[in-house]
DNA sequence: GTCTATATCCGGATAGAC
DNA sequence: GTCTATCCGGATATAGAC
């Protein structure tokens, strides 16, 4: 989305070079893009709210998308992309605890950090994932495969309690996802307006004690 | 949504009913409302594909249902009265063991058992929860708050590990909740096409396992 | 209670001036 | 690169015959 770092023609204020105000343009839309999205669903959202939003006329979301499936592709896209840079974790010479707890908690930071994001990949799955149909059966299966083979492993040494090691990752998406997109019901029920830092370690802390444990395995205090 | 079972008028075969014509073509349109609205979100169906679905002509539709807010509304209310309908467990006098066992079970027949149903109301809250608003901090929040009362009293007890009971209840719901709505993603993960009966029992057994294995509990032998 | 025909509106997309 | 005006398909909703 953004230009090479070694572009020549970059400044170091980043003023004036060619092609920022694109750069701008098509972040700005992006992101109303995916809020809008999440609210009214593909078939629903509206160009024109997409353009409110991002403080543009519509013509200009036009310009940069000539097609709605266009846009909503590219902010699909930038999500997967944004979900495989946090994919590399779990090797089978780690300590089992060591490194479920750090996935656990890269995982919880991701579902803060980009609600919205996770939100809008909720929707597309569970609606049937049209857009993601290769995604799910090629790239994703072969990285859960991978990782399930890392737990078994460590099941096999007698590092930890035998579970389903699929049914363990399934389930720590499950859990950490929840909390981003669900945050309407969990805050109303917490009784709170908004996440805070206190929050969101308690959850990290209460869900690595859990499924550790629930693994046989000593939580590493943090 | 059906009538009472002390109607007078009822035949025992049930046909040539007053009102039966009535009943059934508003089931078969709710059903057929649900799966639009998961597929397409709420501005994206068209009650002309929901009329398709039900095998009945669009005006028909519109006949029993003359707003489209109505008749999802309708749907929604449905929804959760299903939901509530299954949440009267744990008792302090309850073993925890087979007290949150049979919770584990009964959440996870649900989702199998309703899977549209689960999905609707995750894109309700994932949207904004604009239609569940008052549900969510009324009724919900109470059931939760005795719920999470049981389950300390409990730990308070010495009965089970020590872990924060909202976060529990809330991760079982997760955990439940998303073999339905993400059946899309797992399944193509565990290499099937559909769950089978095995498979909800595996799952089960799994999640039974974890959770109360994470709780310092020993899971009772199924 | 069922269905055809139609009014009305809204949103995506395009043309073309600036 | 920006923006106004407009076309046109499609969806909700209604009127009214059967």
Request: hydrophobic fraction near 45%; charged fraction near 20%; aromatic fraction near 10%.
């Amino acid at each position: 989305m953004s230009v090479s770092s070694f572009d020549p023609r970059a400044t170091p204020t980043g003023a004036y070079r060619p092609g920022r105000i694109r750069d701008e343009n098509l972040n700005t839309i992006m992101s109303a893009a995916a809020a809008e999205f999440v609210q009214h669903g593909y078939r629903g959202a509206s160009i024109q709210r997409i353009a409110d939003r991002a403080g543009l006329p519509k013509a200009n979301v036009h310009y940069y998308f000539p097609r709605k499936t266009h846009l909503y592709q590219s902010v699909l896209k930038e999500i997967v992309a944004l979900w495989n840079s946090e994919l590399d974790e779990l090797q089978v010479d780690d300590d089992p605890a060591q490194a479920l707890a750090r996935f656990i908690r890269s995982k919880v930071r991701l579902s803060f950090l980009h609600p919205t994001a996770s939100k809008l990949f909720a929707l597309e799955i569970i609606s049937g994932a049209p857009n993601l149909q290769a995604y799910l059966s090629g790239e994703l299966r072969e990285w859960v495969a991978a990782r399930a083979g890392v737990v078994q492993a460590w099941i096999d040494a007698g590092r930890m309690r035998p579970v389903d090691p699929l049914q363990l990752i399934v389930s720590i998406w499950a859990t950490t996802q929840h909390y981003a997109d669900f945050d309407e019901q969990v805050l109303k029920l917490m009784g709170k307006r908004r996440y805070d830092a206190a929050a969101m370690e308690q959850i990290a802390d209460f869900l690595t004690d859990l499924i550790l444990t629930g693994c046989g395995l000593e939580p590493p205090v943090s």
